[in-house]
């Protein structure tokens, strides 16, 4: 039975995939692809800490408690989409780029997922408020509760 904590999972997983998706898209950049010191500029900062950072705030208001737990994946799924659409050839690599090497992508993906996972728990701050400080029964229903609403719903 898929509860409705699922479905904002879900949808929270969609949302960060789609704002890291498309924003690498908007700004043009790709660290996938290596072209020499100027490979590492404004664009790409943007691209690898503040945009994923943004991603894993979004997963954390919409998941709500443990979205920092959740926040990790849409970053690591759209750099692996992206490393496998040019390595595959799917998407053509620019004469004067180079396919990032392996080591080196793996280190950009940490930065990347690290980025979100702040994003993520600033999230979840925002979404409680005072961290840690709320009594639990004010934030999750009993499940004597939720059994109740399953019922009236039927």
Known sequence: MITQRHKNGILALFLGF???????????????????????????????????????FCVALVFGLGGKWLCY?????????????FADGYWPVPPEHHLMPMGWWGFFVILVIEASAFGGILGEVYVKSTYGRRPKDLLYKSSRQQEAEVQDEK
């Open 18 to 56: 789609t704002i890291n998706f498309f924003g690498d898209r908007l700004l043009g950049v790709n660290i996938e692809l290596f072209h020499g010191l100027a490979t590492f500029g404004f664009l790409w900062f943007i691209d690898v800490f503040i945009l994923p950072f943004f991603a894993g």
């Open 73 to 85: 994946f849409p970053p690591f799924f759209v750099r692996l989409l992206s490393y496998y659409l």
